[in-house]
């Protein structure tokens, strides 16, 4: 490849600790050249921390990191050039105008004169904020403020864009137009890591799913491959009460099972036939009627894959 590299991003043997806690245990991961990457976990697994890593906020306790093959801690200034962050909390000034926040963060990257005007252009056209370029960031909606953070990371036209969780608290509309913006950028070559806790944007997006629990990386592929090799169906009961040994040994009987929570009121089975697990639930409780509260089945996908390996879902 003419000396290009092929992984935009290289991961080997990356820790942190803090103090006596280490969040983030040694974990090693590549991205490939224009891949959309997702890494997903649970609140606590270390995705934060990883994330303040390969931006260069939180200093590793050891590990190393290679963007676009520079060593980014021999080479910070010429890596962080090469990246876009787009942080969860708002990296916005409220009492400036759209136009003139990105002004500030376009000259930061060295941006002036015609390429300054330029790239403030396409970045506001890209996201849909054109129009809105001399309002005052302070009276956008949320779902606007998280538009114009996608384009103060975009700025200086990075190769490689970090986000993380673009569109929390965002309305329908508002996620959906950041969902195509993105996937457009992906298309122009732009690779992307990218944190959510909304397990559908990972399937629809991702090329691949990193997913982290306790500071470690235990599971990596395609959502297609890590449903097929890991995907089970889950029955998930919530009981008026704790079901007592008689019902958890009836419930056994129909599949292996787990408690949910400290009251142990919740139950969930995980099986590869969903469907016929639930109605024979059902069938069950004609035996202890006023027994079940709720029922829900969820059949193989990436979210039955995520609860299976954390027991945990992933907006836990």
């Known amino acids: 490849m003419n000396g290009v590299p092929e992984s935009m991003v290289s991961v080997e043997n990356l820790r942190k600790k803090f103090g006596d806690d280490e969040v983030v245990r040694g974990i090693s991961f590549e991205i490939s ?27 590793p306790s050891g590990g190393r990191i290679l963007i676009d093959g520079n060593d980014f801690f021999q080479n ?16 916005l ?29 396409a970045v506001l056209d890209l996201v849909g904020l054109a129009d809105r370029a001399n309002q005052t960031v302070s009276t956008f909606s949320h779902g606007m403020k998280r538009r114009l953070n996608i384009a103060a990371g975009l700025i200086h036209e990075p190769d490689l864009l970090i986000l993380d969780e673009p569109t929390v608290g965002v309305d329908t509309q508002s996620r959906n137009a950041i969902l195509e913006t993105l996937e457009g950028l992906n298309k122009s070559g732009v690779t992307l890591l990218y944190t959510t806790h909304y397990i559908e944007e990972a399937e629809k997006l991702c090329h691949r799913v990193g997913i982290m629990d306790q500071g470690k990386m235990i599971a990596l592929d395609t959502p297609s491959a890590l449903v097929r090799d890991l995907g089970t169906g889950i029955v998930s009961m919530e009981f008026n009460a704790t079901p007592d040994e008689a019902l958890q040994s009836a419930i056994g009987q129909i599949g292996s099972f787990r408690a949910v929570g400290e009251q142990s009121k ?7 036939h969903p469907d016929r697990a639930g109605r ?31 027991g945990r879902y992933l907006r836990d």
């Open 76 to 91: 910070p200034l010429r890596s962080k050039a090469k990246m876009g962050f787009v942080p969860q909390a708002f990296a």
């Open 93 to 121: 000034y409220p009492t400036l105008c759209a136009l003139d926040n990105l002004t500030f963060f376009a000259r930061l990257y060295g941006l002036r004169k015609g390429r300054l005007k330029e790239r403030i252009t």
């Open 33 to 59: 050249r224009g891949e959309f990457f997702g890494l997903l976990g649970p609140n606590g697994a270390g995705k934060t921390t990883t994330i303040g890593m390969l931006t260069g906020l939180v200093e």
């Open 280 to 310: 024979e639930v059902l069938d069950l409780m004609d035996k202890w009627a006023g027994m079940l509260k709720t029922l829900d089945i969820i059949e193989p996908n990436l979210e039955t894959v995520f609860i299976r390996l954390t």
């Open 266 to 272: 919740q139950l969930r089975i995980e099986t590869k």
